[in-house]
T-cell receptor
Framework: AQTVTQSQPEMSVQEAETVTLSCTYD???????LFWYKQPPSRQMILVIR??????QNATENRFSVNFQKAAKSFSLKISDSQLGDAAMYFC????????????FGQGTRLTINP | DAGVTQSPTHLIKTRGQQVTLRCSPK?????VSWYQQALGQGPQFIFQ???????QRGNFPDRFSGHQFPNYSSELNVNALLLGDSALYLC??????????????FGPGTRLLVL
């Protein structure tokens, strides 16, 4: 079974600075997808960024980018120019590339932005 | 374009009772997944519905059941409620067939408290 581990329960960063959230996963599959979701206090899970395992190029969405290391099974999220609105729980998630679309989530990292 | 909607937003029940939660998928989506998120944890996959059938199921007892309607909306039913069923229940929708992989979009969730 696949597992996702987020080893940082909490992180904090000064506004406008850069922060990196860590995620590792375990799988025997070669075809899969990785995601970072953001969950603010409003509770709604919002997709931040998505990475296909077959793509070597790291995904980027504006201030958000990932460092995908397939051999190391590592998938970290970098947030540049942190803003107060980035404060939230961040979840790393894995999905197999075959069959149904079950997401396997990590335990989450709570990100605090200091003004 | 309406996103994923869920009802009710909050619910309080007593042990042993039964509850029904509802989800309407994002316009154009045909697949609905349900997740349980305990306080301070990442979401856990309950099951997924596609073409009105349960396509995949997580490690949840038979007390958890679901249904998908022809308009793709879905219900989650929980019988014989336990205190441990208190959680945020998230619905996610996506567009998929067996060979199409798409991102899941989440609703705001239903907070269930069992007393």
């Amino acid at each position: 079974a696949q597992t996702v581990t987020q080893s940082q329960p909490e992180m904090s960063v000064q506004e406008a600075e850069t922060v990196t959230l860590s995620c590792t996963y375990d799988t025997s599959e070669s075809d899969y997808y990785l995601f970072w979701y953001k969950q603010p206090p409003s509770r709604q899970m919002i997709l931040v960024i998505r990475q296909e395992a077959y793509k070597q190029q790291n995904a980027t969405e504006n201030r958000f980018s990932v460092n995908f290391q397939k051999a190391a099974k590592s998938f970290s999220l970098k947030i540049s120019d942190s803003q107060l609105g980035d404060a939230a729980m961040y979840f790393c998630a894995y999905r197999s590339g075959r069959g149904a679309q079950k997401l396997v989530f990590g335990q989450g990292t709570r990100l605090t932005i200091n003004p | 374009d309406a996103g994923v909607t869920q009802s009710p937003t909050h619910l309080i029940k007593t042990r042993g009772q039964q509850v029904t939660l509802r989800c309407s998928p994002k316009s154009g989506h045909d697949t609905v997944s349900w997740y349980q998120q305990a306080l301070g944890q990442g979401p856990q996959f309950i099951f997924q519905y596609y073409e009105e059938e349960e396509r995949q199921r997580g490690n949840f007892p038979d007390r958890f059941s679901g249904h998908q309607f022809p308009n793709y909306s879905s219900e989650l039913n929980v019988n014989a409620l336990l205190l441990g069923d208190s959680a945020l229940y998230l619905c996610a929708s996506s567009l998929s067939g067996w060979t199409v992989q798409e991102t899941q979009y989440f609703g705001p969730g239903t907070r269930l408290l069992v007393l």
